[in-house]
């Protein structure tokens, strides 16, 4: 069974990017790639329960809820406090990273990336 994951950005941009870098694995069953622009729609589906993943990659700073308070709120909620979670951001300070890990973030990706850099990380955090 393939394994699910979301990444929520709000650049367009970012997460064609990422589409193109993750291409191979989608059209090969071993993962499927849904995407959102809105991180409180994200938000609001996945507490809902109309929504799931087995990875979220998300980004910091966007307009409609911050990376790491979406980060925050999943992790205080039973069903995601568990599941991995991957930053992709510009934020590259060690107070930021440090502020993601005592949320419980499972790794940082910092922009622009590699399409190598992207599938290596969400391969490890999967086992895959």
Do not use: H
Not at 4 to 19: G, R, Y
Not at 41 to 55: H, P, T
């Amino acid at each position: 069974m393939s394994k699910k994951i979301i990444l929520v950005d709000d650049s367009k941009t970012i997460l064609a990017t990422a589409e193109m870098a993750l291409e191979d694995l989608v059209n090969s069953g071993v993962i499927s790639l849904k995407t959102y622009l809105n991180p409180a729609e994200l938000r609001d589906a996945l507490l809902s329960g109309v929504e799931d993943y087995d990875l979220l990659i998300s980004d910091i700073n966007m307009p409609q809820l911050n990376g790491l308070d979406l980060s925050a709120e999943l992790k205080q909620n039973d069903k995601f406090k568990n599941k991995p979670i991957l930053i992709l951001t510009t934020e590259s300070s060690a107070e930021m990273k440090a502020k993601g890990k005592e949320i419980g973030v499972t790794g940082w990706l910092v922009k622009p990336f590699s399409d190598e850099k992207l599938v290596k990380a969400m391969k490890m955090v999967l086992g895959l």
